[in-house]
């Protein structure tokens, strides 16, 4: 059996990160086309096409689905072994994407090189900063026009407070673009002319070779001072700062065109850590510990209407899982079998004979299973960083059966365990309110409980603009509760939330109980 310390070191669990349309799906297809784990690109970008051919709610299922199979692609790379997990394209879904970032130990920032930093990117990197998580950044398109490489060095910078560090710089743009030189021993790497999806030979040259003069022209000169500045001025990878999320090294290229993909998935591989230890409620785990454990970032509905089994996906975050093994589900006291998990070798799911730590295992799940759950093998862990975050949109549950109220309840609680919605009680009076982050985040559930739970409900607008979790002490919650009555409510953890009927009421209330913490994140129970 492979020792457990040299499985784990060789592991990298990461996900890509950027806004619509950066081109994430183009570079994960490069990415596992340069990990062999498929011959001809195309695969990944079918799949989004097909999401995109249909609208109504049944095909929204069926995405969901198409997306299970495709959430974790795993694939080696040289020594190493990638765990990729993918996120949702769809804003709407970012709580989702939110979540999988728990799960990760770094991850890739794709930038259009003319767009620049864009809003999704934005947010998703607060997220990234909360944990300190490592950053590797592509600048892709370069094959269009777009904006100064400096510039938009300055940009990162300046907009998500990183240093940015650039490992390759482009050589020309656009029309005129013919490569990248790599900074640390000045080589060049000529793109090959003419698209292919195939992965080219790439012809390489020192920067001072006539040779790169001659295919540069009229650009030369000014490239060879813009690469004599970049390298006086910015600062060299320092793997130490990339790691603590003080710096993110920077690379450019074209992901269509297959082109700095490898000097960036090699870099990945040498940079990023491997399996971090985790935090629980009681002690830190290494990921080299011989016993499992792990946690529950993401529950997703299977495709088929037939099978209303769910599958959980936990990050492995200690030890090692072996096929037969049973697993210590902390929160319901109560050893399952694990026979059937799955992993994820990229576009096939297959039953595990083992994973690792950094692993992402599937565990179909029949509903008892909530995300923040932690497996062990008895030890009674809780692993903690799993976040709700505030939803910003909310709607009233109006039942149009009255007959229908307890499959209702039944369905909303699971679709909340599932992280599907967000759901809040009302202290007094029987209302339940939905919060959701994205708009479409309804819409599913609107479809679900009608097909799941066979429940026809509406939802209408709450007078509901903002929640925080609230946390104070006995005197000051009294007082709260007296104050604020009609604006308490209970989460489906049963957690105290204040639920604001205006930005100026939360701003005062905010004033008024000075002494009172208003949580716009709330970890898990
Ligand atoms: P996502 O929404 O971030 O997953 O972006 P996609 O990978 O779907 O890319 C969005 C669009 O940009 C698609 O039309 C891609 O073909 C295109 N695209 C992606 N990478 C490049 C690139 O390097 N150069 C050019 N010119 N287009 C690209």
């Given at each position: 059996?492979?020792?457990?310390?040299?499985?784990?070191?060789?592991?990298r669990?990461?996900?890509?990160?950027?806004?619509?349309?950066?081109?994430?799906?183009?570079?994960?297809?490069?990415?596992?086309?340069?990990?062999?784990?498929?011959?001809?690109?195309?695969?990944?970008?079918?799949?989004?096409?097909?999401?995109?051919?249909?609208?109504?709610?049944?095909?929204?299922e069926?995405?969901?689905?198409?997306?299970?199979?495709?959430?974790?692609?795993?694939?080696?790379?040289?020594?190493?072994?990638?765990n990729?997990?993918?996120?949702?394209?769809?804003?709407d879904?970012s709580?989702?994407?939110?979540?999988?970032?728990?799960?990760v130990?770094?991850?890739?920032?794709?930038?259009?090189?003319?767009?620049?930093?864009?809003?999704?990117?934005?947010?998703?990197?607060?997220?990234?900063?909360?944990r300190?998580?490592?950053?590797?950044?592509?600048?892709?398109?370069?094959?269009?026009?777009?904006?100064?490489?400096?510039e938009?060095?300055?940009?990162?910078?300046?907009?998500?407070?990183i240093?940015?560090?650039p490992?390759?710089?482009?050589?020309?743009?656009?029309?005129?673009?013919?490569?990248?030189?790599?900074?640390?021993?000045?080589?060049?790497?000529?793109?090959?002319?003419?698209?292919?999806?195939?992965?080219?030979?790439?012809?390489?040259?020192?920067?001072?070779?006539?040779?790169?003069?001659?295919?540069?022209?009229?650009?030369?000169?000014?490239?060879?001072?813009?690469?004599?500045?970049?390298?006086?001025?910015?600062?060299?990878?320092?793997?130490g700062?990339?790691?603590?999320?003080?710096?993110?090294?920077?690379?450019?290229?074209?992901?269509?065109?297959?082109?700095?993909?490898?000097?960036?998935?090699?870099?990945?591989?040498?940079?990023?850590?491997?399996?971090?230890?985790?935090?629980t409620?009681?002690?830190?785990?290494?990921?080299?510990e011989?016993?499992f454990?792990?946690?529950?970032?993401?529950?997703?509905?299977?495709?088929?209407?037939?099978?209303?089994?769910?599958?959980?996906?936990?990050?492995?975050c200690?030890?090692?899982?072996?096929?037969?093994?049973?697993?210590?589900?902390?929160?319901?006291?109560?050893?399952?079998?694990?026979?059937?998990a799955?992993?994820?070798?990229?576009?096939?799911?297959?039953?595990?004979?083992?994973?690792?730590?950094?692993?992402i295992?599937?565990?179909?799940?029949?509903?008892?299973?909530?995300?923040?759950?932690?497996f062990?093998?008895?030890?009674?862990?809780?692993?903690?960083?799993?976040?709700?975050?505030?939803?910003?949109?909310?709607?009233?549950?109006?039942?149009?059966?009255?007959?229908?109220s307890?499959?209702?309840?039944?369905?909303?609680?699971?679709?909340?365990?599932?992280?599907?919605?967000?759901?809040?009680?009302?202290?007094?009076?029987?209302?339940?309110?939905?919060?959701?982050?994205?708009?479409?985040?309804?819409?599913?559930?609107?479809y679900?409980?009608?097909?799941?739970?066979?429940?026809?409900?509406?939802?209408?607008?709450?007078?509901?603009?903002?929640?925080?979790w609230l946390?104070?002490?006995?005197?000051?919650?009294?007082?709260?509760?007296?104050?604020?009555?009609?604006?308490?409510?209970?989460?489906?953890?049963?957690?105290?939330?204040?639920?604001?009927?205006?930005?100026?009421?939360?701003?005062l209330?905010?004033?008024?109980?000075?002494?009172?913490?208003?949580?716009?994140?709330?970890?898990?129970?």
């Open positions: 059996m492979p020792s457990l310390t040299t499985e784990i070191a060789r592991r669990t990461f996900a890509i990160v950027s806004h619509p349309d950066a081109g994430k799906t183009t570079l994960t297809e490069k990415l596992l086309l340069f990990g062999g784990a498929i011959v001809l690109a195309g695969a990944v970008k079918g799949r989004k096409a097909a999401r995109h051919a249909t609208s109504d709610w049944m095909a929204l069926r995405e969901r689905g198409i997306s299970v199979t495709s959430s974790v692609m795993q694939f080696p790379y040289g020594e190493a072994v990638v990729l997990l993918d996120t949702p394209g769809h804003q879904f709580e989702d994407t939110y979540r999988t970032l728990t799960a130990d770094s991850v890739l920032m794709v930038i259009d090189a003319a767009k620049g930093v864009e809003a999704q990117t934005v947010k998703l990197l607060e997220v990234c900063r909360m300190n998580t490592p950053i590797i950044t592509f600048v892709n398109k370069l094959d269009r026009e777009g904006r100064e490489p400096l938009l060095l300055d940009e990162i910078e300046r907009i998500l407070s240093s940015c560090a490992v390759t710089w482009p050589l020309g743009m656009g029309q005129r673009f013919r490569g990248i030189c790599r900074l640390a021993d000045e080589t060049a790497r000529l793109m090959p002319q003419g698209r292919s999806e195939r992965i080219q030979e790439e012809r390489l040259l020192a920067l001072r070779d006539p040779d790169l003069k001659a295919v540069l022209g009229d650009e030369y000169e000014r490239t060879l001072q813009e690469i004599e500045l970049v390298r006086g001025a910015a600062p060299v990878v320092d793997v700062a990339y790691r603590g999320a003080r710096q993110s090294p920077v690379f450019f290229g074209s992901a269509l065109n297959n082109f700095g993909v490898r000097d960036l998935l090699d870099a990945f591989v040498a940079f990023a850590p491997a399996p971090l230890p985790r935090p409620a009681t002690r830190v785990v290494a990921p080299d011989e016993a454990s792990g946690f529950v970032f993401k529950i997703q509905a299977n495709m088929d209407p037939q099978h209303r089994d769910r599958m959980a996906f936990v990050r492995i200690s030890g090692r899982y072996r096929r037969g093994m049973r697993l210590y589900h902390v929160r319901e006291g109560r050893e399952i079998n694990a026979a059937n799955l992993t994820f070798l990229a576009n096939e799911r297959s039953m595990a004979d083992e994973a690792y730590a950094g692993d295992l599937g565990l179909p799940n029949h509903g008892t299973i909530r995300i923040g759950d932690t062990t093998e008895g030890e009674p862990l809780r692993f903690t960083g799993v976040p709700n975050f505030a939803p910003e949109l909310f709607r009233r549950v109006v039942l149009r059966d009255p007959l229908k307890k499959a209702l309840s039944r369905g909303l609680e699971q679709l909340t365990e599932e992280g599907a919605t967000q759901l809040f009680r009302p202290l007094s009076g029987h209302e339940m309110i939905l919060g959701a982050l994205g708009a479409l985040q309804f819409e599913v559930v609107t679900r409980l009608r097909n799941e739970y066979g429940v026809e409900a509406d939802f209408e607008p709450a007078p509901v603009v903002a929640v925080r946390e104070a002490d006995a005197d000051t919650l009294s007082d709260l509760h007296r104050r604020l009555a009609g604006h308490l409510a209970k989460d489906a953890g049963g957690a105290l939330a204040y639920l604001a009927p205006s930005r100026s009421h939360l701003d209330t905010a004033e008024r109980f000075p002494k009172a913490r208003f949580h716009a994140i709330r970890e898990q129970l």
